[in-house]
């Protein structure tokens, strides 16, 4: 196993263990999320400059468009939830209220 391919992978794990244990407060979900978006998408740049081939080098960029997007209305979701609710916690969400 190459170093780079563990390095992103740990940074992948510790992100999806990170949204596992500290579910306290949304801000620190969609930074978890974005930490593992951030690990991927260099995974994604490195195998597309790996490759060679010009036609790989627009996944990255489509890749980051799409967690700009995702990180976009994660935040305006958490403003709508902190309006509603009064609260960024994820204990008080409850889908069956909403």
Wanted: aromatic share 12%.
């Amino acid at each position: 196993m190459s170093s780079s391919f563990f390095t992103f992978t740990s940074a992948f794990m510790l992100g999806i263990t990170g949204l596992m244990l500290h579910r306290v407060h949304f801000l620190s979900a969609l930074l978890c999320l974005e930490g593992m978006m951030l690990s991927l998408f260099i995974a994604i740049s490195l195998w597309s400059m790996k490759m060679g081939t010009g036609s790989y080098f627009s996944i990255p960029m489509f890749f980051l468009t799409f967690s700009s997007c995702e990180a976009g209305v994660g935040l305006a979701l958490m403003v709508a939830t902190k309006r509603t609710h009064g609260t960024d916690h994820l204990k008080n969400l409850n889908l069956l209220q909403c």
